[in-house]
């Protein structure tokens, strides 16, 4: 669940989410 968008392949205000992004299957 992206909270806001990708920049330069960073969540950015997605604190917590972005591992989530990087590693979806922890």
Do not use: D
């Not at 806001?4 to 922890?26: C, D, R, S």
């Amino acid at each position: 669940m992206q909270n806001q968008l990708l920049i330069n392949g960073e969540l950015v205000a997605g604190e917590g989410e972005k591992q989530a992004v990087y590693n979806p299957a922890t």
